[in-house]
Every structure is written in structure tokens, then in C-alpha cells.
């Protein structure tokens, strides 16, 4: 089995405090800054690496990035992959998801035939949940989103899609891309074993043209959003806290929306 999986490199959540945005290309300045595998996308490549140890294949790992992300794909080669891809030309730069998504999947039409694409549900920077679904749209794929548990077979894929409050049960023809939570699985610390291979092996990098890209349609120029205005929402003043014993609190907030006719 062919499993490819997409993984961000993002800000650690220890260090979002110190992100600060370009003025000029309103994109994150991600330089001197420890940066760590998309939580999501190590959910990812864990449950390719089962899959894999379950019924054979080759993982391929693919992220587009700066030079830096190299670190991001080293993990996953520590961790197991087969193979790390890093898609890096400076016109990828300050791409929105729709330019994400087409670039990413350029290069997965690069990498030929193949029967599964797995991607974290989000990246906790971006935070839109769109590059998944946006891949899927490119290649014409099947995709089940947001799947806590996935079974494969033959040529089928089942998975449990999470819901608000519950769960469906969605099945799929191969190939498919798949969004994965947290709750899919627990991944694996990389082994002494995997770090020092993870070291000697190379890196594949390719660039726009490696790619065959239509530059109109990747970076800042390819990207239909533009980030116009970064801020810190204002904190919102006054308000009135309520203490007291339970009950006599829910009564009296009741009554303060009563007074202001908001029930
Ligand atoms: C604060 C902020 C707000 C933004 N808002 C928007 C917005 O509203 N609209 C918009 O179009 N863009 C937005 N962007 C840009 C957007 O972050 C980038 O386009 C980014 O590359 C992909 O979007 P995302 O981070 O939301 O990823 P998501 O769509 O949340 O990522 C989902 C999954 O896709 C895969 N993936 C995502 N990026 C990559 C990558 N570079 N390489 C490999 N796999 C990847 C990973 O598996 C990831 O788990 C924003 C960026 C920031 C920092």
C-alpha cells in the first residue's frame, strides 16, 4: 500500500507568544522560533505507520515549507517514514490554503500512483481545516474528514467520521484522503534506532520547477485570501462576575437577563 502523509511544521505551542507577523507580507515570521510537527500530523503519520506494519507499503511523508520544515520531516523519518519530500521555492511563500493544497498536490501527481493520502484535521497555526479537503478537490479524491478510527481493506476504507456529539460510520472506494484527530491513536516516540537513521537519510527537495508548477496559482500570487489586518481582538470590559451558592447564582444571572430582555 502507497500511504502519503501531509505534515505541517508550525510554531511550538510553547512559543506562539513570540510569533510575530511580516508587516509587509502579513505572513508569520516562523525564523528563531522552535517549531514542531503539526500535533495533528504526527496522528497522521502514526496511524500510516500502523497501517503499513498491518498489511505493507511504503510511507512517503510530503511538507511544504521553508528550508527549516527539514527538521519537521527528519522527526517523521525517525519516527519510521520510508520517505520525506520537502516542497521548498521562495514563490511558495505566504500561499493560502487554496495555493497549499494545489502545490501539495502537484507534487503528489509528481509522486504517481498511490492509495491513500492521510493529513492531520488542522494545523494549529492556520487553524482552517482546509488543506485537506482542498487536496482532495485537486486530485479528485474521495475524502472522509475528521475520522477517530479507520479500517482498511482491499480496495475499501472505513472510517468512524467524529461528529459534534457522536459519530458516523463512512465508507470509501481507495484511493482516499483522510483527516485524522487526536483521538485516532497515540503516537510513537521515535526509537534511538530511528533517530540515528533518520540523521543519514536524505531528504528529497523540490522546487517550482521540479514541480511543473503554474506559478499564477501557488505563493501570494496563486492564493484567493489575503491576510489584510493581523490584531489582538481587544479584551472585552466590564461584565459583572456572579459568586455565591449555585442555585442562587443561576437565579440571579436569570434574572439579570430577564432585566436586560435577553430571555
Ligand atoms: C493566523 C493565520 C490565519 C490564516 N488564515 C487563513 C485563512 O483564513 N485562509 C487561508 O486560505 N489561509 C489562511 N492562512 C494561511 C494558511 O495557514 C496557509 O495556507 C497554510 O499553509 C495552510 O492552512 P492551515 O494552516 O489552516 O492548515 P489546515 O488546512 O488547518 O491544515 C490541515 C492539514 O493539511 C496539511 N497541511 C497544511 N499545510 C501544509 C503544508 N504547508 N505542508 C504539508 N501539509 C500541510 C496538514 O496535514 C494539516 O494537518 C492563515 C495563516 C495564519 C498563520
Same mark, same amino acid.
Given at each position: 500500500?502507497?500511504?502519503?502523509?501531509?505534515?505541517? @511544521?508550525?510554531?511550538?505551542?510553547?512559543?506562539?507568544?513570540?510569533?510575530?507577523?511580516?508587516?509587509?507580507?502579513?505572513?508569520?515570521?516562523?525564523?528563531?522560533i522552535k !517549531?514542531?510537527?503539526?500535533?495533528?500530523?504526527?496522528?497522521?503519520?502514526?496511524?500510516?505507520?500502523?497501517? *503499513?506494519?498491518?498489511?505493507?507499503? *511504503? =510511507?512517503? =511523508?510530503?511538507?511544504?515549507?521553508?528550508? @527549516?520544515?527539514?527538521?519537521?520531516? *527528519?522527526?517523521?523519518?525517525?519516527?519510521?517514514?520510508?520517505?520525506?519530500?520537502?516542497?521548498?521555492?521562495?514563490?511558495?511563500?505566504?500561499?493560502?490554503?487554496?495555493?497549499?493544497?494545489?502545490?501539495?498536490?502537484?507534487?503528489?501527481?509528481?509522486?504517481?500512483?498511490?492509495?491513500?493520502?492521510?493529513?492531520?484535521?488542522?494545523?494549529?497555526?492556520?487553524?482552517?481545516? @482546509?488543506?485537506?479537503?482542498?487536496?482532495?478537490?485537486?486530485? !479528485?479524491?474521495? @475524502?472522509?474528514?475528521?475520522?477517530?478510527?479507520?479500517?482498511?481493506?482491499?480496495?475499501?476504507?472505513?472510517?468512524? *467520521?467524529?461528529?459534534?456529539?457522536?459519530?458516523?460510520?463512512?465508507?470509501?472506494?481507495?484511493?482516499?484522503?483522510?483527516?485524522?484527530?487526536?483521538?485516532? !491513536?497515540?503516537?510513537?516516540?521515535?526509537?534511538?534506532?530511528?533517530?540515528?537513521?533518520?540523521?543519514?537519510?536524505?531528504?528529497?527537495?523540490w522546487t517550482?520547477?521540479?514541480?511543473?508548477? !503554474?506559478?499564477?496559482?501557488?505563493?501570494?500570487?496563486?492564493?484567493?485570501?489575503?491576510?489584510?489586518?493581523?490584531?489582538?481582538?481587544?479584551?472585552?470590559?466590564?461584565?459583572?462576575?456572579?459568586?455565591?451558592?449555585?442555585?442562587?447564582?443561576?437565579?440571579?444571572?436569570?434574572?439579570?437577563?430577564?432585566?436586560?430582555?435577553?430571555?
Open positions: 500500500m502507497e500511504i502519503i502523509v501531509c505534515i505541517k @511544521q508550525v510554531p511550538d505551542t510553547e512559543e506562539l507568544h513570540k510569533v510575530k507577523i511580516n508587516s509587509e507580507t502579513r505572513t508569520l515570521i516562523r525564523e528563531g !517549531n514542531i510537527i503539526n500535533p495533528f500530523d504526527e496522528n497522521a503519520i502514526e496511524e500510516a505507520l500502523r497501517l *503499513r506494519e498491518k498489511i505493507g507499503g *511504503r =510511507v512517503t =511523508v510530503i511538507s511544504m515549507g521553508p528550508p @527549516q520544515a527539514e527538521t519537521s520531516l *527528519r522527526k517523521a523519518l525517525a519516527m519510521g517514514v520510508d520517505r520525506a519530500i520537502l516542497l521548498s521555492d521562495k514563490s511558495f511563500a505566504g500561499s493560502d490554503t487554496l495555493a497549499t493544497s494545489y502545490t501539495l498536490a502537484m507534487a503528489i501527481k509528481k509522486l504517481g500512483k498511490f492509495d491513500l493520502i492521510l493529513s492531520g484535521k488542522q494545523a494549529i497555526d492556520g487553524d482552517t481545516a @482546509q488543506v485537506g479537503p482542498g487536496l482532495a478537490e485537486w486530485l !479528485n479524491l474521495p @475524502q472522509i474528514t475528521y475520522a477517530r478510527k479507520i479500517e482498511v481493506n482491499e480496495k475499501k476504507i472505513r472510517a468512524e *467520521r467524529t461528529l459534534e456529539d457522536s459519530f458516523e460510520l463512512v465508507e470509501s472506494p481507495l484511493p482516499a484522503l483522510i483527516t485524522v484527530t487526536k483521538e485516532i !491513536n497515540e503516537p510513537r516516540y521515535p526509537s534511538l534506532k530511528g533517530v540515528l537513521r533518520a540523521r543519514k537519510e536524505k531528504i528529497i527537495i517550482a520547477k521540479d514541480l511543473k508548477i !503554474n506559478e499564477k496559482r501557488t505563493g501570494l500570487e496563486g492564493s484567493a485570501t489575503r491576510v489584510i489586518k493581523v490584531f489582538t481582538p481587544p479584551s472585552p470590559s466590564g461584565g459583572e462576575i456572579i459568586s455565591g451558592e449555585t442555585s442562587k447564582v443561576a437565579e440571579n444571572l436569570i434574572k439579570k437577563l430577564e432585566e436586560h430582555r435577553i430571555i
